[in-house]
């Protein structure tokens, strides 16, 4: 290719390269009315149900989108997947095959969790939002009390163990003609005993209490 020639296509590519533009962003419902956080009992399920929201989207339309969930290595083993359910989304041809019960992992679950549209969708308004999906998620019932955070993977996700070329696999949006990054979209998980539990627990610790003192009291008698 001449010099010239390269000289046409770099100027064409820069005064096109602003037309595409868009912010994209996902959004979590659990019905909780805290949106992106629940508290949970190990051995619990959630579902929230997501949300793509569209703003300045140039080309105005969307066909569809790819996510996958991804947690710490520390937290691996307490977090799966176990149902997707598209309702009524336009973007229900699924991209991959999901099988129930996948594991939460550095670098995202095995399956592509986003779908494609039969047709494209319009974008008319700023912002749009679509309903993408209801996903349920199971907590281990071995996973500890504490504060745990999933997450939708980005472009600097870490390889995991289900990227077969060892690269990370972001979560994005797409028109037909262009593909929009979605940035991390995280949801807290609050892993609290159950009321059961805690009162076992409770006695427990009383009892130690009561059995510690008593036997203070009998070496002081003696």
């Known amino acids: 290719m001449s010099n010239k020639r390269i000289l046409i296509l770099a100027s064409c590519l820069l005064l096109t390269a602003p037309l595409t533009r868009a912010d994209v962003s996902l959004l979590f419902n659990d019905g909780s009315g805290q949106g992106d956080a629940g508290s949970y009992a190990p051995g619990a399920s959630f579902t929230f149900t997501i949300t793509l929201r569209v703003t300045n989207m140039t080309p105005s339309d969307v066909r569809g989108l790819s996510y996958w969930f991804e947690t710490s290595a520390a937290n691996q083993n ?8 598209f309702g009524s989304s336009p973007f229900n041809i699924s991209n991959q095959d999901f099988a129930s019960g996948e594991a939460i ?18 974008v008319t308004q700023n912002p749009q ?16 009390a504490g504060n745990y955070t999933i997450q939708t993977t980005t472009v600097n996700s870490p390889p995991g163990p ?11 949006a797409n028109s037909n003609t262009a593909i929009f990054f979605f940035a991390a979209t995280p949801y807290m998980i609050t892993v609290v005993p159950e009321p059961a539990t805690s009162l076992l627990l409770g006695l427990a610790a009383g009892g130690a209490l009561l059995a510690s003192t008593l036997r203070v009291r009998r070496n002081g008698v003696s």
């Open 129 to 144: 939002d679509f309903f993408v999906a209801s996903i349920q998620i199971t907590i281990n019932p071995n996973t500890p």
């Open 162 to 172: 289900f990227d077969p070329d060892g690269g990370s696999r972001p979560s994005e």
């Open 105 to 122: 992992v550095p670098g995202g679950n095995q399956h592509d969790l986003g779908g494609t549209a039969a047709m494209t969708q319009a």
């Open 78 to 85: 307490y977090f799966t997947i176990t149902t997707r359910d």
